[in-house]
C-alpha cells in the first residue's frame, strides 16, 4: 500500500527545532523537538542529521512519505541559492523537494497567513523582515558580535556595561550592579571576567541576564529603563527603514522571547515606531500561526495549493495536536 505523501514544516533554531507534519489538504498529523539546525552553530553536517531526524520521526509518526520539505534557518537571511541549497541537502536530501528560507520568513508566513507584512523578532538576537508581495527586504539580523538591537542579547550586554560604570563610577548608581553580582553568583565584579569569556558561556546564556534589566527597568530603575528605551528604539528604527517604502503594509507581527515575555518591550517598540512613523496607521499584531506552522504554509504555497480552507484546518488541527501532547 502506498503511503501517503506529507509536508513537513520545520522552524530551525540553534539549539531545538520542531517539525510539523501535515497533509496536502493542511491537516496537521505530528509533531516533534529535534536538535538544533543552524549550520554557523553545529556545523552543516550536525544540522543536516539532526533534520534527519526530525523527518524520520514525522514519518514514522504519521505513517507517511516527506514530499515536500520546508524549513526555516536561522543562518539565512533570505531564500537560499542554489548552492547554498544543494550543500545543505548534501546526499540526505533531494534539492527539488527542498525549501530553505530564513527562520524570519517562516515566521512572517505564520503572521500573514501566507500575505504580505512584517515581521520583527527580538530573542536571544533580533531582526525585521518586510515582504510587500514582490519582494522580501531585511533590516538587522548581523549577529551578537556585530549588534542586534532589542535582543536578550545586547539588553543583557547593555545591562553588564551599565553595572561595570557603577562598579568604576563613572556612571551612574543603578541596581544593576548589585543584581549582576546575584545573578552570576560572584563576591567580586572582576570574577565576571572569567565567567563571560568562558567559551561555554554563549550567547544564549548572557541573554538571559536581560529578564533582570527588565525587572529593574519595571522596577522604576533609571539605567535599566534606559537601556530598554535605547533598545527598543533601536529596533523600531530599523522596521520603520523597511516600512517607509513599502505602501500598503500596515501590520507588523511581533515574535520571540523578549516580546513575547516582556510587555514593557513591546508598548515601547510600538510608541517607537508610531512616532518614527506619524502619518501612518500601524497594526501591532501577534503571529496567527507559528514558524513550524508557516513553514507548512510557505510548502503549500510553493504546491500553489494554499487557500482559506487549508489555513483553518492548519490552525485548528495543530492547536488540537500540540494540546494533546500538552496533556501527556
Not at 76 to 87: F, I, S
Not at 228 to 246: F, G, K, M, P, Y
Not at 266 to 283: K, V
Amino acid at each position: 500500500m502506498e503511503k501517503k505523501k506529507i509536508i513537513i514544516g520545520v522552524d530551525g533554531g540553534g539549539s531545538k527545532s520542531i517539525g510539523v507534519a501535515a497533509d496536502e489538504n493542511g491537516h496537521a498529523l505530528a509533531v516533534y523537538r529535534g536538535g538544533g539546525t543552524n549550520a554557523y552553530q553545529t556545523g552543516v553536517e550536525q544540522a543536516r542529521r539532526n533534520l534527519k531526524e526530525i523527518v524520520d520521526r514525522l514519518e514514522t509518526a504519521c505513517g507517511g512519505v516527506c514530499a515536500l520539505l520546508s524549513v526555516g534557518l536561522p543562518s539565512l537571511d533570505t531564500t537560499a541559492d542554489e548552492k547554498t541549497l544543494r550543500d545543505f541537502a548534501g546526499d540526505v536530501f533531494d534539492p527539488q523537494s527542498l525549501i530553505l528560507e530564513s527562520d524570519a520568513c517562516m515566521a512572517l508566513e505564520g503572521m500573514t497567513g501566507g500575505d504580505r507584512g512584517m515581521i520583527v523578532i527580538c530573542g536571544t538576537g533580533s531582526m525585521a523582515l518586510l515582504d510587500d508581495g514582490n519582494s522580501q527586504r531585511v533590516a538587522g539580523g548581523w549577529g551578537y558580535l556585530l549588534g542586534d538591537p532589542g535582543s536578550g542579547y545586547g539588553i543583557a550586554m547593555a545591562g553588564l556595561r551599565a553595572a561595570i560604570r557603577a562598579w568604576e563610577r563613572t556612571g551612574p548608581e543603578t541596581g544593576l550592579a548589585d543584581r549582576a553580582l546575584a545573578y552570576w553568583s560572584i563576591k567580586q565584579p572582576r570574577d565576571l571576567i572569567e565567567l563571560i569569556y568562558d567559551p561555554a558561556c554563549g550567547p544564549d546564556t548572557v541573554a538571559r541576564f536581560a529578564g533582570e534589566v527588565f525587572a529593574l527597568a519595571e522596577a522604576g530603575d533609571g539605567a535599566a529603563l534606559g537601556i530598554i528605551r535605547e533598545e527598543t528604539r533601536s529596533v523600531a528604527w530599523q522596521a520603520a527603514s523597511l516600512l517607509q517604502n513599502a505602501q500598503g503594509v500596515e501590520k507588523v507581527g511581533l515574535y520571540g522571547g523578549i516580546f513575547q515575555h516582556q510587555p514593557l518591550a513591546r508598548r515601547l517598540f510600538a510608541d517607537a515606531l508610531r512616532e518614527r512613523l506619524p502619518d501612518r496607521t500601524i497594526q501591532i499584531v501577534n503571529p496567527v500561526y507559528p514558524p513550524e506552522i508557516g513553514a507548512v504554509i510557505r510548502g503549500l504555497k510553493r504546491l500553489g495549493t494554499l487557500n482559506a480552507e487549508k489555513l483553518a484546518a492548519l490552525k485548528t488541527t495543530y492547536e488540537k495536536l500540540t494540546e494533546a501532547k500538552g496533556a501527556k
